[in-house]
């Protein structure tokens, strides 16, 4: 029985939890990404080895072409679990990573990493 209970609460524990986007990112700060990524120096396929493909591609007015990766990382907030009050909405928090890297032909020109906290919020918790 402790067995059965054990594993219904690691069940519940594990269900609030949500990650999405570049799971390399997962484990990176501002101050690892300076450490693997050298304006000037490091190319497109190193950077792909290393982070692999970005979500989004895009080009400014002069061509150059930015690869922006983006994880995002929540889980449900307590008032999510309470019966009863979740069913006039939830609540959910967590933190949001974004690298954007921009290329001057084949070599990173300027790159930018940044996290933040998000939080969402549904019904009544608006």
């Known amino acids: 029985m402790k067995k059965v209970l054990m594993v219904m609460m690691i069940s519940v524990a594990l269900a609030g939890c949500a990650s999405s986007g570049n799971q390399s990112l997962k484990k990176e700060s501002e101050a690892s990404v300076k450490s693997k990524v050298v304006e000037g120096v ?10 692999g493909s970005p979500a989004k591609t895009s080009f400014t007015d002069g061509g150059k072409e930015i690869w922006t990766y983006e994880l995002a990382d929540v889980s449900l907030d307590a008032v999510s ?39 969402t919020k549904t019904g009544l918790f608006k």
């Open 42 to 51: 490091t190319t497109k396929a190193e950077v792909k080895k290393i982070f």
């Open 81 to 119: 679990y309470i019966p009863v009050v979740n069913w006039f909405g939830s609540s959910a928090s967590g933190t949001k990573k974004e690298l954007v890297i921009m290329f001057d032909g084949d070599k990173v020109q300027r790159y930018s990493m940044s996290e933040s906290p998000v939080s």
